[in-house]
Structures are given as C-alpha cells and as structure tokens.
C-alpha cells in the first residue's frame, strides 16, 4: 500500500472561516510534509515532520498551522486566510527525510478562499 | 545553492512518438538525488524513479527510460511510443540532502494527440 490519503479534495472556505486539512497514511513513514502547489507552478515545501515532531517550517505565515497527533496522521490547520492561499495543498511522506528517499504523495486539496 | 531548471514549457506530440524531456540541475553536494514525477490532471504526485549520484547507469522501465549525465548535470526523461494517457506535467526534482525538501524544477507540460 502506497496510498497517502487527504481529505477533503476540494474546500471553499470564507476568510474567517476555520477549517483543517487531514492526511493520512499507512506505510509506516516517519516524515511527512505538507507542500503548497499554485496553478502552473511546482509545489513548494511548507512544513516538514519527522518522527512526529516539527522538523522545517518554511516561513510559513502563522494562520496555517500544522499538526502531527501520530506517526500516520498529518494535519493543517487554517484560520483567517486570504484569497492568495488558494492553490493546491499536497500531503507527502517518505521513510524518513534522513535517508533521501522518494515522497508519496496524496492527491491533494483544492482550496478556495473567498 | 540547489536548482533545477526544465527549460521545456509544454511539448506536444502525437500519438506514438518518442519525446525527451530535459532536465538539468545544480547542486554543490557530491552526493545527491534525483528524481522525476508525474502529475496528472487529477493533482497527485506520481513517483517514477530515484537516482542517486554515484550510479550512472541509465535505466529503462517498460516505455520510460532515464540519461543520468554527471558530466552535463542533466537527468533526461524519454517516452518511447508516447500514449494519450502520458499527458500530464513532468517534474525533475532534487531533494535537499537529509531535509526530505524536494527542490522542484518549474514542470513539463506533454500533451500527447491521438
């Protein structure tokens, strides 16, 4: 089983709206990332997890807000975002980010912010 | 600094041609990792293959096959006999050594006629 799975696949949400992306997998992965994919762009690292704990925040504004609760669940919080977050969110995981190995990945949620 | 550059926008072909995609990229690491994804309209990654810098050996998987050219850092990707169900965009990546950050190179988007 390769499957990363994400939930929900497409959100509209409001600027003062509070909604949370879920991933999940089971393949026994340790790291696990979150990366933002704008329309005809590559996707870009926002937060990387490893061993459950944060490992890389990208800069990332504080309004997206990640979560680790175990090793195969992944989480990304959102509150008073703007309608430039729009895009593409894509979950990942890989054995462990130390031994540079590939990434699955989930097939993402569409995000809209109005 | 790590980059990698997919000097081809779009690329369009039809049905049963053999098409390259390019990829080259920079990195001041001896030891690094390469990899190619593909992303279908539906959003997800799709992992096609990982190769590390010390084997050079190309490598053939069914219609896909891989240059890997340390001396030009390039990592090319040719479809033999390209199909409808190849369209999608290509990704060339390298990834940050023991971060699991994926630096991605800016996409090939094939489009395959039948």
């Known amino acids: 089983d390769t499957e990363v799975t994400q939930t929900p696949k497409h959100l509209v949400m409001g600027m003062t709206n509070k909604k949370s992306l879920k991933c999940e997998q089971h393949m026994g992965h340790r790291a696990m990332y979150w990366y933002k994919q704008k329309a005809k762009k590559p996707p870009e690292l926002m937060f990387v997890y490893s061993y459950e704990k944060l490992s890389i925040n990208e800069s990332v504004p504080s309004r997206f807000s990640p979560e680790c609760p175990n090793s195969s669940l992944l989480n990304l919080h959102l509150h008073a975002l703007q309608p430039e977050d729009s895009a593409l969110y894509l979950c990942?995981?890989?054995?462990?980010?130390?031994?540079?190995?590939?990434?699955?990945f989930g097939q993402g949620t569409r995000l809209t912010v109005v | 600094a790590q980059k990698v550059t997919q000097a081809q926008t779009e690329i369009s072909v039809v049905e049963k041609e053999d098409v390259t995609l390019d990829c080259v990229y920079e990195t001041r690491d001896t030891t690094y990792y390469l990899f190619w994804y593909k992303q279908p309209p539906s959003g997800e990654l799709v992992f096609l293959i990982r190769r590390n810098s010390f084997d050079e050996q190309n490598e053939i998987s069914g219609r896909y096959s891989w240059n890997f050219q340390k001396s030009t850092s390039s990592f090319n990707f040719t479809i033999t006999a390209s199909q409808v169900v190849d369209s999608a965009v290509y990704f060339c990546a390298l990834v940050m050594p023991y971060t699991g950050k994926l630096i991605f190179g800016q996409g090939t988007t094939l489009q395959v006629k039948p």
């Open positions: 990942a995981s890989s054995r462990s980010e130390k031994m540079n190995t590939e990434a699955f």
